[in-house]
């Protein structure tokens, strides 16, 4: 059933081929320092960091360099992203980048003016932000996350081994994104197919959950056949326009809070994910990828009406003369198949997990109550030696 | 392909059957004068009208009546809602009812402040506001519209057979609307299978355009078959509330704006069944159920792709051994079945169109470009004459 809900998501997109030209009327709207938050250097290569400083430049703003956001951005490197913030007073947080950038911005912005740990006040004893919010802005060059307009916010404490993340409310939502699907075209396609089963991921961490059979449950059936078609096609040609901003929009449907609205929700493959990532410092698509399968074998006979309703909605399998059981594995076989057939990461052991590690990362697993089966740790260290 | 686009939404909403308790919240964001606008009194019997009351008076408001909006609402309602408005002062306008009530109540956020013709204005002239506008705040009692989320406003002009809508930018948005499925319960069920059809428009409006692939066609195929599927149990059942949250649910999510983003749309059914209801004054969601099949089997050979593609997977046409014409064909034979099913009215002249009326309506229909076919007048009297 619909269960009771709010919703509101006030980010304001730009999107399409020319939307960097939107940068300029946004940035009108906030004070003169800007804090410009980045990766490792790629947007320098392609150009996207020139056109951006071109624009600050334009728009007379004092120009805060914050570079260095790692894939999983760590709890050092928020200290010194807030340390940076407050230092220089800055009036705006421009991300440019990827999910992590855009995560790692938003920590940053409910950090500054809290007096507080923000690793212990947000992620460890899991409270809202009581203090000033500093605004986020995002230009998005990689897709996946769906953080350009929602409140998520992971972070990695390596010293502690744990990968958390923190969904904050709407007033931390990015107020304004650009989305230029032409800014993906440069990514490796690693990063790419990475991206493509976060979504996907994303997608199902909402669809398995609830027997019932909300408005979300159908549109999210339609998100994920379009996105299956358009990443067969990103993937033999990465420069197809059509398919990448598909896929990009995709991406923002996925996770900007609104299929979720009033029902149930998993998130145990985030979960084991996230642990896998905070031992491996792993590509987190590819640590979602290679979990989800032992997982999704793992439930499903709890789940089995929605894996068979998986298996003929988005994946065409006909029910003619089958149990419901081998429907619903044959579901799970063709996106096997489909994740093959992208050249997903499909073994946390090439990632670079151990054996050794296989107990502390169970440790690390937040065990949720939203799916089909509630997993015990018993559960957790099986998948994971699955997924070996 | 997907265009380029700008999106936001911030309206908020609160959904479910305690959502009414919110709107103290949202109360105490506004000045202290409340221009309550509702219709022909349904609120006074089914005991909402007493509940919003008390939630004002607790929380210190002044009330200002403003009852009497019309499922069509007419200019000159308009300008007694200006007018009321103004003699008050009022700091919000607060619209109990389904869209007309909704509707009126943007179209007089819009006017308070502007010093020309508001019909004039944005209805003929297409102008957009360089006012203040005053916020509108929505409880929603009847589903269909889509206008607690988006900037939607017809007026109807009797002394002109026009009936105009303008789409207003988000700033007219409501800031909040209340979405409770129970308010829904006592209404007629030709109102309520009206209000599905309207929704089902909504899709279709959007759907059938463009040879495109976007994920919003995808999307739009998951709102068909969950509305299609929620109809017909509260048609059985008009008390189940888990198929009216649902159809609540669906509606707004049709027309909040999003799915339309980055591709064309159509808009022509709108267009045709609105002249109808400027010269009959019908129901709205019946005079587009009047026209639709006419108006599609006329487009047809000109997005036969879409067409075909809207039965295989809004109907579950099988494919084999067929033409696309008749899979298309057979698309539109399932759609008719359904709406028979309901009881929807198939012929304008049930609404009260004659056959003296149809030059008229047709001078009245806006010729828009985004279809699969451009309409001359010819067509359109084609298509009115076939829908009597």
Known sequence: MLGNFTYCNPTRLYFGEDSLQFLKGELAKYGPVVQLIY????????????QVIAILADCGKTVVEDAGVMPNPTVEKLYEGVKIARENKVDLLLAVGGGSVCDYAKAVSVSIRCEEDPWEKYYLREEEPDCEIVPVGCV????GTGSEMNGGAVITNHAQKRKIGHVFGDEVFPKFT????LFTYTLPKYQMVAGIYDIFSHISEQYFSGEDDNTSDYVMEGLYRSLVHSSRIAFRDPENYEARSNIMWTATWALNTMVAKGKATDWMVHMLGQSVGAYTDAT????LAAVSLPYYRHILPYGL???VRFAQNVWGVSPEGKTDEAIAKEGLAAMEAWMRELGLVMKISDLGATKEMLEGIADGVFLLSGGYKQLSREDVLQILRESM
């Open 140 to 143: 998005l060059t990689m897709v």
């Open 284 to 287: 987190h698509g590819m640590t």
């Open 178 to 181: 650009i989305l230029n699907p």
């Open 305 to 307: 009406k929605k894996f």
């Open 39 to 50: 990766g490792g250097g790629s947007i320098k290569k392609n150009g996207i960091y020139d």
